[in-house]
T-cell receptor, first 113, second 116 residues
Framework: AQSVTQLDSQVPVFEEAPVELRCNYS??????LFWYVQYPNQGLQLLLK??????LVKGINGFEAEFNKSQTSFHLRKPSVHISDTAEYFC???????????FGAGTRLTVKP | GAVVSQHPSWVICKSGTSVKIECRSL??????MFWYRQFPKQSLMLMAT?????????EQGVEKDKFLINHASLTLSTLTVTSAHPEDSSFYICSAPRLAGVYEQYFGPGTRLTVT
């Protein structure tokens, strides 16, 4: 089955600085990849997804991610973060033709003023 | 856009009682739905796959007799936590994939269960 590793449990960063949240996956077949954001006591909000095509995916709130098949990675980036980006971020993988989704452990992004 | 709802959004129950959580796809049909559990400050863990018209598929380590899943229609799946105990207190989230057109998986807002 597929699995996801988020390499950083916590990422502190100053406001307006760039940020990268790392995600690596493991699967023996083709996959779909996702990044979700979760604010305290709320559900998941989809930031972006990779299904096929261009490996650079742009999402909401200025986030983007790049699918790298050779490195089995799907890192999330934002060139300039805001205080409001403080939240938990989850990387998720779903194998093509198998709809169940597996989540990474999450990365807590804290943006400081 | 497609929406998945959950009811209730939060529930408090006494130890030993049962609690039912509903997951509905509001504007699309879902032959499959997924149930996740999220403990505080942890990730979502897949509990089971709910299949319309057939038995649910449980992940290893999840007690099927404790977490009863019923997928009675193409828009409704229910999770019943039977004989709840404080360690069952968690955030339960359902999701439903929409397979028509571009693949998308929609998540419900979650249900906070507290067992006292």
């Amino acid at each position: 089955a597929q699995s996801v590793t988020q390499l950083d449990s916590q990422v502190p960063v100053f406001e307006e600085a760039p940020v990268e949240l790392r995600c690596n996956y493991s699967s023996s077949v083709s996959v779909y990849l996702f990044w979700y954001v979760q604010y305290p006591n709320q559900g998941l909000q989809l930031l972006l997804k990779y299904l096929s095509g261009s490996t650079l995916v742009k999402g909401i709130n200025g986030f983007e991610a790049e699918f790298n098949k050779s490195q089995t990675s799907f890192h999330l980036r934002k060139p300039s973060v805001h205080i409001s980006d403080t939240a938990e971020y989850f990387c998720a993988v779903s194998e093509v033709n198998n709809n169940d989704m597996r989540f990474g452990a999450g990365t807590r992004l804290t943006v400081k003023p | 856009g497609a929406v998945v709802s959950q009811h209730p959004s939060w529930v408090i129950c006494k130890s030993g009682t049962s609690v039912k959580i509903e997951c509905r796809s509001l504007d699309f049909q879902a032959t499959t739905m997924f149930w996740y559990r999220q403990f505080p400050k942890q990730s979502l863990m897949l509990m089971a796959t709910s299949n319309e018209g057939s038995k649910a598929t449980y992940e290893q380590g999840v007690e099927k007799d404790k977490f009863l899943i019923n997928h009675a229609s193409l828009t409704l799946s229910t999770l019943t936590v039977t004989s709840a105990h404080p360690e069952d207190s968690s955030f339960y989230i359902c999701s439903a994939p929409r397979l028509a057109g571009v693949y998308e998986q929609y998540f419900g807002p979650g249900t906070r269960l507290t067992v006292t």
